[in-house]
């Protein structure tokens, strides 16, 4: 939550409209990804494996339209490259643009695209996106 401050949406992120997703999340969520698709792999059986892949597969196309989005404004690169361990300028870009992971998903769901095609500028953020992070 931006300013410590509770959440007005009690804390829901997982069916949140609300929450936003970073160039700084980047590596956070490429993370994530790997721990589930370990997790799915280990599981003791097909279905159970199906099953995990199934409850992360929204994740995972918000996680591939976050990339598609970072690369479309030529952030990728930064977010790749951003060391979490060290103090950051959380006014740089890399952490003020965000985007609703509902859009995020719903990018990663068109296909391949050439980035820069400018179709991500209206997912931006607004002060009410920028309340859940």
Known sequence: MVDGGACPWNLNCHSCDKFVMSGADLLYWLRKREQWQTLAERAPDDATADYLHQVFEPTARAIDGLEKALAGLGLLQD?????????????????????????????????????????YGEHATTNDEEACA
């Open 79 to 119: 977010a790749l490259a951003l060391d979490l361990r060290r103090p950051q300028d959380y006014f740089h870009r890399m952490w003020s643009t965000a985007f609703r992971a509902a859009d995020l998903a719903a990018a990663a769901e068109y296909g391949e695209g050439e980035y820069g095609e400018g179709e």
